[in-house]
């Protein structure tokens, strides 16, 4: 899955522990202490820009190509949080990134679509808060076996 990939480049990439990542939806609160938080998620639906099937001997591959918006919410009350948002910035350039892309089938941008500042969301007690938005394109494949025509069962049940 994808959120999955990201959110494991930018551990590795940054060193951040366990409980300081996670996937969009999972109900993370403002970190109390001076530890700062990194959600991942999809912005919307993913988009099918290509459909392909093949078959090869009796293998049938059919790919879907899939283009969608993730985002990534930085969060936290340290001072550190905007030098980390720039640090997740070149993690998804980083060579641990391209190489995960190579490898799991999907390609991310080099540079966020949008970076936008919502520390002054809170009003007055401002946590740090930084919303990073990536163009992502990705592919699912399923292959399934089937019958070559000289295999197939010719009768005809007539009842």
Known sequence: MVLKDVAQIIKQY??????????????VGLPKDQTFCVTVGFMGNAKTIGSTK?????????????????????????QEVPLRKNEIIMALNSSISNEAQNKLGFSISSHPLTDNDLSALDGAAIPYRFQLTFAVQFMQENKTS??????FNNEIKTE
Not at 14 to 27: A, H, P, V
Not at 62 to 78: E, K, N, R
């Open 14 to 27: 940054t060193r951040i522990r366990d409980g300081q990542i996670w996937l969009k939806n999972q109900k």
């Open 54 to 78: 093949r078959n090869v001997e009796d293998v049938e591959t059919i790919s879907l190509t899939q283009y969608a918006i993730i985002t990534i919410d930085i969060f936290g009350l340290s």
């Open 146 to 151: 089937f019958d070559y025509y000289d295999s």
